[in-house]
C-alpha cells in the first residue's frame, strides 16, 4: 500500500509569483485535505476535497485554491505570493476519520 | 471557537515514561488524535480515541480521556532515544472537516 505522496520536496519563489503543489493520496481513500504548517507551529486547516468538490475552507483568502482529480490525486495552488506563505504544506488523505499525512513540501518565498 | 494547547517542551531521560498533556476547548470534539513529527517530516499518526471513550492502549502508548476538564494525555512507556520528536494533539468534530491542532510539545530524550 503507497502512502500520501507529494512533490516538490522544496521550493523556493518570490514575492508575486504562483506555485503549484502536488499530492497523490493513500490507495483508497477519497478525501483529501491541504494544511499550512508555519515555523514553530501546529498545522493549520486551508481545505478539503471530496469527489473532486471543496468540501470545507479554513481561514484561507482566495488566492488559495485546489483542485482534486478523479483519481483522488490533488493540487493546491496559491497565487500572488506573500512572504507570509513560507511554510511546510501538507497534504493529507483519510477514508473515516483520521488523516493520514505526505511528507510535505517546503515553500519558501523571497 | 476551537482551541488547543499544549505545553512546549518535555525532557526525560531514556527508559523512563513520558507524559504530554492537552487541553482543548470545543466540547463538540468527537475524535482526539496525537501526532508525531520528526524533523523534517510529515505528521504521523499514533494513535486516536473517540470522545466517548475514557482510555486507549496501544502497545507502549496509552491514551487518557478526561472528557469533563477538555484533557488529553499521551503516555510513553519506556521512553527511547528515537521517540525524541514533535507530539501534536488534535481534535475534530463528526461531519466537520477541520481538524484542529495544538502547537505541538517537543520531547527530548536524554540517553
Known amino acids: 500500500e503507497t502512502g500520501v505522496t507529494q512533490s516538490p520536496t522544496h521550493l523556493i519563489k518570490t514575492r508575486g509569483q504562483q506555485v503549484t503543489l502536488r499530492c497523490s493520496s493513500q490507495s483508497g481513500h477519497n478525501t483529501v485535505s491541504w494544511y499550512q504548517q508555519a515555523l514553530g507551529q501546529g498545522p493549520q486547516f486551508i481545505f478539503q476535497y471530496y469527489r473532486e468538490e471543496e468540501n470545507g475552507r479554513g481561514n484561507f483568502p482566495p488566492r488559495f485554491s485546489g483542485l482534486q482529480f478523479p483519481n483522488y490525486s490533488s493540487e493546491l495552488n496559491v497565487n500572488a505570493l506573500e512572504l507570509d506563505d513560507s511554510a511546510l504544506y501538507l497534504c493529507a488523505s483519510s477514508l473515516e476519520g483520521a488523516l493520514f499525512f505526505g511528507p510535505g513540501t517546503r515553500l519558501t518565498v523571497l | 471557537g476551537e482551541d488547543v494547547e499544549q505545553s512546549l517542551f518535555l525532557s526525560v531521560r531514556e527508559g523512563d515514561s513520558s507524559v504530554i498533556n492537552c487541553t482543548y476547548t470545543d466540547s463538540s470534539s468527537t475524535y482526539l488524535y496525537w501526532y508525531k513529527q520528526e524533523p523534517g517530516a510529515g505528521l504521523q499518526l499514533l494513535t486516536y480515541i473517540f470522545s466517548n471513550m475514557d482510555m486507549k492502549q496501544d502497545q507502549r502508548l496509552t491514551v487518557l480521556l478526561n472528557k469533563k476538564d477538555k484533557h488529553l494525555s499521551l503516555r510513553i512507556a519506556d521512553t527511547q532515544t528515537g521517540d525524541s520528536a514533535i507530539y501534536f494533539c488534535?481534535?475534530?468534530?463528526?461531519?466537520?472537516?477541520?481538524?484542529?491542532f495544538g502547537t505541538g510539545t517537543k520531547l527530548q530524550v536524554i540517553p
Open positions: 488534535a481534535e475534530s468534530r463528526e461531519g466537520y472537516q477541520k481538524v484542529t
